[in-house]
C-alpha cells in the first residue's frame, strides 16, 4: 500500500490494523528496495515531525504523505509545501483578527465548562459564554485545560495518544548571498543525523542573504541540550562545512528552541503512534457536544502546514453552521 491508496478516513481502509500496527520504520525496511530510499524514509520524519520513525505509525506516515500532497511537494522549496511565507505567517492570524469584533489577546483559556447547548469559559481575564466552541489547539495543550464536566473518556484517551515532536529552527543573516555566488542553491539535507536541512530564505525580489536551519528529532535534542554558545558555534560550523567558511560570520543569529515554547512545546505537527487511527480515527474530527475541534494535526488536507490549519479550522465552522441553518 502507498499513501496515495489511503482514504479519506484512514481508518476504513482494509489494511487499516495491519498498517496501524507497525512504526514507520518497519513499514519503510520491507518496502525500500535500496538503501539510498531507505535512509530517506528514515530521516522524512525528522523534517515532518521533528519525531523518529520508529516512533510513528506507518498509517499515520503514509496519511500525512497522502494529505499533503506527496513528498516531491512536500519537499518543494520553491512553490510548495516549503516555500517561503514572504510576510509571516502571522498575518493569517492579524487578517483574521481585523475581521473579527472581539478579540482578547494575551488571555489564555484556563477552565471550560459545558452542557449540551452551552459552554462558558474562564479566561486570566474573565469569563465568555457562547453556544459553541471551537477549540483550536493541541492535543497537550487542551489537556492542560480543565473542562467541567471532565471530557469523555476516549476523547481524553485520543488526547494522551498525540505527542509532539521536537523541532529548534535557527535563522542566519548576512552580509551578502555568498552561496549564490558558489552557484549554491543553499539548500541542504544532512545525511549524518547532524541536522535536518538548511535552505535558502531569499527569493528574487529582496533578494535577502539569509540561511535558515532545522533541526528535528535526533537533531534537535543534540543541540537543545547544548550551552547557547555552543549550540552557536556547532550550527555555524555545519552551515560552513556546507557552505563554504562565510556561514561562520553572520551580522545576525536568531534560534527558536520548540520544547521552551509554552503555547506548543515542541514540533509544529503532532503525530499518532502505532494502534491510534484504527482504535480512535472516527473521533479525531468528531465534535463533543458544542466543542468542536480543530487544529493544524486533525486537518483533512495539509496536515502540520498553516494552510491545514486553515482548512480545519473552515471545517469546523461549517459544522457549526449547518446546526444552526
Known amino acids: 500500500m502507498t499513501f496515495e491508496d489511503v482514504p479519506q478516513n484512514p481508518w476504513e481502509s ?81 487578517g483574521m483578527m481585523a475581521e473579527l469584533e472581539h478579540v482578547e489577546l494575551s488571555s489564555p483559556v484556563r477552565k471550560v465548562e459545558w452542557s449540551e447547548n452551552r459552554v462558558v469559559v474562564t479566561t486570566d481575564r474573565g469569563t465568555s459564554s457562547a453556544r459553541y466552541l471551537v477549540c483550536a489547539v493541541s492535543p497537550a495543550m487542551a489537556s492542560q ?26 535563522v542566519m543573516i548576512y552580509d551578502r548571498p555568498f552561496w549564490r555566488e558558489k552557484n549554491l542553491n543553499g539548500n541542504v539535507i544532512a545525511t549524518d543525523g547532524s541536522l535536518t536541512s538548511l535552505y535558502d530564505m531569499g527569493d528574487e525580489t ?48 536568531h534560534e527558536q528552541i520548540g520544547a521552551n515554547e509554552e503555547w506548543s512545546a515542541g514540533a509544529s505537527s503532532r503525530f499518532m503512534v502505532p494502534g491510534v487511527i484504527s482504535t480512535f480515527g472516527s473521533q479525531i474530527r468528531a465534535s463533543t457536544g458544542p466543542i468542536h475541534w480543530a487544529g493544524v494535526h486533525m486537518a483533512r488536507e495539509y496536515r502540520g502546514y498553516m494552510e491545514g490549519a486553515l482548512i480545519a479550522g473552515e471545517d469546523a465552522a461549517k459544522a457549526i453552521l449547518s446546526l444552526e441553518a
Open 206 to 253: 529582496t533578494e535577502r542573504p539569509i540561511i535558515a536551519g532545522l533541526f528535528g528529532g535526533v537533531a534537535a535534542q543534540g543541540i537543545d541540550e547544548l550551552s547557547p554558545q555552543d549550540r552557536r558555534s556547532r550550527v555555524l560550523g555545519l552551515a560552513s562545512r556546507a557552505l563554504g567558511p562565510e556561514a561562520a560570520k553572520p551580522e545576525a543569529y
Open 145 to 170: 485545560i480543565q473542562f467541567d464536566p471532565p471530557l469523555p473518556a476516549i476523547r481524553r484517551q485520543l488526547h494522551q495518544r498525540f505527542p509532539s515532536g521536537r523541532y529548534t529552527k535557527v
Open 14 to 94: 482494509p489494511r487499516a490494523t495491519e498498517l496501524d500496527s507497525m512504526t514507520f520504520a518497519t513499514w519503510a525496511g520491507r518496502v525500500a528496495r535500496s538503501e539510498a530510499v531507505h535512509g530517506w524514509f528514515m530521516r522524512m520524519t525528522s523534517a515532518y515531525y521533528g519525531a523518529r520513525a520508529e516512533q510513528i505509525s506507518a498509517l499515520e506516515a503514509l496519511c500525512k504523505l497522502k494529505y499533503c500532497g506527496g513528498p516531491i511537494f512536500m519537499s518543494d522549496v520553491e512553490t510548495g509545501g516549503q516555500s517561503t511565507h514572504l510576510v509571516g505567517s502571522a498575518a493569517v492570524s492579524e
